[in-house]
């Protein structure tokens, strides 16, 4: 397994487009976390799986944001209607319980410039 | 979650040991102490964790005061790879399904020849 990979690396838009990102996990972790970093921050909750269940979604994720995992594996994160505001570095993370913690595994994001 | 305090910035020479420090003065019992880093253009990459005895791993080594109100991330001989930002983030053992890590700002740390 390579880690969790995310896809694309990088997307430039234009204002008013939707967008959508894919993380693919850890085979084996069965929770899945949406990150969002903005430069010189560091990176902020947006919602987490277990499974295919959302269970619990930051109020930064507004009504434009969509996050799935249909099967409880790959997830999607889609971005209806952009504004610049979104741009951002979307970060995924799979996670799994080490010597009794939660530990998490990121992937290298998908950066989104809006033009 | 509890709130961490941690330097903006700190620097270090190669081949040296660098010790990062965090405070976390309002640290519950049942608190988790987490370490990440994060390199240029990367995702934050985990580190170490601990909650009362120090630890030791390949990474670093994590040394937490008796009281557990601060402690301090240890990386033993620092190279320019280890120049990143770290994060000193508290998690809640059994929080059920809010199991999700909240990141602060974090120490940026720069290593020169």
């Known amino acids: 397994d390579t880690g969790v990979s995310q896809d694309p690396r990088h997307k430039i838009t234009k204002r008013g487009q939707n967008v959508t990102f894919r993380c693919d996990p850890i085979s084996e972790h069965n929770r899945l976390y949406w990150y969002r970093q903005t430069l010189g921050q560091g990176p902020e909750f947006l919602t987490y799986f277990q499974n295919e269940a959302q269970l619990e979604k930051s109020r930064l994720l507004s009504d434009r944001f969509s996050a799935e995992r249909p099967k409880g594996s790959f997830s999607t994160l889609e971005i209806q209607r952009t504004e610049q505001g979104d741009s951002a570095m979307y970060l995924c993370?799979?996670?799994?319980?080490?010597?009794?913690?939660?530990?998490?595994?990121f992937g290298a994001g998908s950066r989104l410039t809006v033009l | 979650d509890a709130k961490t305090t941690q330097p903006n910035s700190m620097e270090s020479n190669e081949e040296e040991p660098v010790h990062l420090p965090c405070n976390h003065s309002?640290?519950?019992?049942?608190?988790?102490i987490h370490w990440y880093r994060q390199l240029p253009s990367q995702g934050p990459e985990y580190v170490i964790h601990g909650l009362t005895s120090n630890v030791n791993n390949r990474m670093a080594s994590l040394a937490i005061a008796e009281d557990r109100k601060s402690s301090t991330l240890i990386l033993h001989r620092a190279t320019l790879r280890d120049a990143a930002v770290y994060y000193c983030?508290?998690?809640?053992?059994?929080?059920?399904?809010?199991?999700?890590?909240?990141f602060g700002t974090g120490t940026r740390l720069q290593v020169t020849l």
């Open positions: 993370a799979s996670g799994t319980v080490l010597s009794g913690a939660n530990v998490l595994t």
């Open positions: 983030i508290l998690r809640a053992i059994n929080t059920g399904t809010a199991s999700k890590l909240t």
């Open positions: 309002t640290i519950s019992g049942t608190d988790y």
